[in-house]
């Protein structure tokens, strides 16, 4: 067995877990929620945005064509993707934006990592999403590419790029070209020359491969010899 395949059993290992976050229920206003705080515990009063990250290893493990894997190509799973991505339409903010830990708080962490999670979902499975829905994506694109955070977090700025470019391929627009390219410019700026990210005052080794990974996949999608620079930038 191969070390992939390793890491792939026990990450599916965790889906039954993942499961009982989500709202099952297809008669449900919450159907597709995964912050079971809100939706069966009622401890809080809105649904943290952040918790529709979800959809992906969900949409992971419907691709996992992996011997032993009973979510394998699993019908009901593709459903709750899509109803997971439908609730983060549902329950965001008319300007696309979410909360995290505080009503109104507009969060831009959340939005972009549950943003990414449902464009990567709807690739992987193909989904085939309402008007409305992609007007969410376009809506959500554009808060994200107007806010600016008051901290430096660059895996954050690396995670809106990455954002902007897969909301823009499938729109079929280059309405964020500049946003993407002024952003790009606040990651390059905020590396150190030792090679390592800012996140707020100093380096943060979690958030750091997460930014190399936001990094490496627009460099898939659109080869740039600067991003390749960053990446392999390391400490002489």
């Known amino acids: 067995m191969t070390p992939r395949d390793l890491f792939a059993r026990e990450a599916l290992a965790q889906i ?9 229920n297809p008669h449900s206003p919450t159907y597709g929620c995964f912050d079971r ?6 401890v809080i009063d809105f649904p ?11 949409a992971l493990a419907y ?6 894997n009973i979510y394998y190509q699993q019908p009901m799973l593709k459903e709750w993707v899509k109803a997971g991505i439908e ?19 507009r969060a831009a962490g959340a939005a972009a990592f549950s943003l990414l999670a449902c464009l990567e979902s709807t690739t992987l499975l193909g989904l085939e999403h309402s008007p409305a829905v992609l007007d969410f994506f376009r809506r959500r694109a554009d808060w994200l590419a107007e806010h600016q955070e008051s901290g430096r977090l660059t895996n954050h700025q690396a995670l809106i790029v990455l954002c902007l470019e897969l909301v823009g391929r499938l729109l079929q627009t280059d309405r964020w070209s500049v946003s993407q ?10 590396q150190n020359p030792e090679g390592w990210f800012i996140e707020y005052e100093g380096c943060d080794p979690g958030y750091h491969t997460l930014t190399i990974s936001c990094l490496a996949r627009l460099d898939q999608l659109q080869p740039n010899e600067r991003l390749k620079q960053a990446i392999a930038l390391r400490s002489s």
């Open 181 to 190: 390219q002024e952003r790009l410019e606040q990651v390059y700026a905020w």
């Open 63 to 68: 691709g996992c064509d992996l011997p032993g």
């Open 37 to 42: 705080t809100f939706w069966q515990y009622k």
């Open 87 to 105: 609730y983060a339409y549902f329950s965001s903010h008319s300007n696309g934006s979410c909360d995290d830990y505080f009503p109104y708080e």
């Open 48 to 58: 943290a945005g952040m918790s529709q990250e979800f959809v992906y290893p969900l």
């Open 16 to 24: 039954p877990k993942i499961l009982t976050l989500l709202d099952r």
